[in-house]
């Protein structure tokens, strides 16, 4: 066994979920996962939690799901998934496909049809974390249709997995206890911040956050962890945005979005290629038009983007912005079936706090 794999598992149930004596625990993970749901359930279980629920899928699985499924299908929401989402104490969800796009095929109508009937799944699981009452975490196993995606070989991508989460280290859990000090420096200081302006190429945006908590991600609810993030007030967004990155909703890759704001609303969206699915997935609901979240990525171990937002989101030196659902905790009231992270390269970039400069080039100099 890989001691990297090992200390991811290790870093998921003792750090990220806490996990204790008599805790109920969902893992959910694709098949190639199983390694690390392996060593997830022996730590899980060397705690006293019990494994309430282990659901290994498959993309042809839910490919065949969407392409058959009837509108009624599409729209069912089992009782008993509202239940386990009602009472389960964590929720760990390792990110670990075979195929890194089994929606390409797939009417955007099907898709928006079930995240509609999921929202309220949605609205219970982010009211839960909010209250504190339901631990979760998301992480990644490197998988070969992750490393192919990332345009990395399977050992490279390997390396890559573990040196972002710190589980190449001796101690990986004492070195995020040190990412979470450094990060609460940050939100303590935007936590006292009112507006916020970007500047720079292809972007000009105004924003408020006053009233609004800033969230430091130290890897407890991302594994890897590495921003702060909050929610702006809904109607006060204000100019535009360009994302330098591909903008990927469940393996549907958008390129070249343009956002054009006007009162928190979404007036212009453009992308040189997905256009469609982009407008398509803006009138998923009212909320999906506005932004959920506003974050800045922070960490440097990861230094490149590999189409995976739960490492891309963190790149050093970026920010992200997110359409639709907020997170209660961040004081943010937007709300949405979908929560779509977009990430732009803040390089060449300035940021001002109430008028002062607080980032430049990438980095906070506060």
């Not at 065949?64 to 964590?90: G, N, Q, T």
């Not at 943010?332 to 779509?340: E, K, L, P, T, Y």
Request: hydrophobic share 40%.
């Amino acid at each position: 066994m890989d001691r990297r794999v090992s200390n991811l598992a290790r870093l998921l149930v003792e750090y990220c979920v806490e996990a204790k004596e008599g805790d109920e625990v969902v893992v959910r993970a694709g098949v190639e996962a199983v390694p690390l749901v392996r060593e997830v359930v022996r730590e899980l279980v060397s705690r006293g939690a019990y494994p309430l629920l282990i659901s290994l899928g498959d993309e042809s699985i839910s490919e065949v799901f969407y392409k058959y499924a009837k509108p009624s299908v599409l729209k069912h929401v089992s009782e008993i998934e509202r239940i386990i989402m009602e009472r389960i104490d964590a929720s760990i969800s390792i990110i670990s496909p075979s195929h890194t796009k089994p929606f390409i095929g797939i009417d955007p109508e099907k898709m928006k049809i079930r995240s509609q009937a999921r929202r309220e799944l949605t609205k219970i699981f982010m009211e839960r974390s909010a209250r504190k009452e339901l631990r979760w975490t998301v992480t990644a196993y490197p998988t070969r249709a992750l490393a192919q995606e990332a345009g990395m070989s399977i050992l490279d991508y390997e390396d890559f997995v573990y040196h972002a989460t710190y589980a190449d280290t001796d101690d990986p859990v004492a070195r995020w206890r040190e990412i979470a000090s450094r990060q609460e420096r940050i939100a303590e200081f935007l936590n006292k911040v009112h507006e916020l302006k970007y500047e720079g190429p292809g972007i000009d945006l105004y924003l408020r956050v006053d009233g609004r908590k800033w969230i430091n991600d130290d890897g407890k609810y991302n594994m890897p962890g590495g921003e702060v993030f909050s929610a702006p007030i809904e109607d006060s967004v204000e100019g535009y945005v360009e994302f330098d990155y591909p903008a990927i909703w469940r393996g549907v890759e958008v390129e070249g979005v343009k956002l054009v704001f006007k009162r928190g609303m979404v007036v212009e969206a453009r992308a040189r290629r997905g256009e469609e699915f982009l407008k398509k997935m803006l009138e998923t609901d009212d909320g999906a038009r506005r932004l959920g979240e506003i974050a800045f990525g922070l960490n440097y171990n990861i230094t490149r983007f590999t189409k995976e937002i739960l490492f891309d989101e963190k790149i050093g030196g970026t920010i992200h912005m997110a359409l639709g659902a907020a997170y209660p905790e961040t004081g943010g009231r937007n709300v949405s079936a979908i929560h779509w992270d977009m990430i732009k390269d803040m390089g060449k970039h300035r940021v001002y706090a109430d008028g002062e400069l607080i980032y430049e080039n990438g980095r906070f100099i506060i």
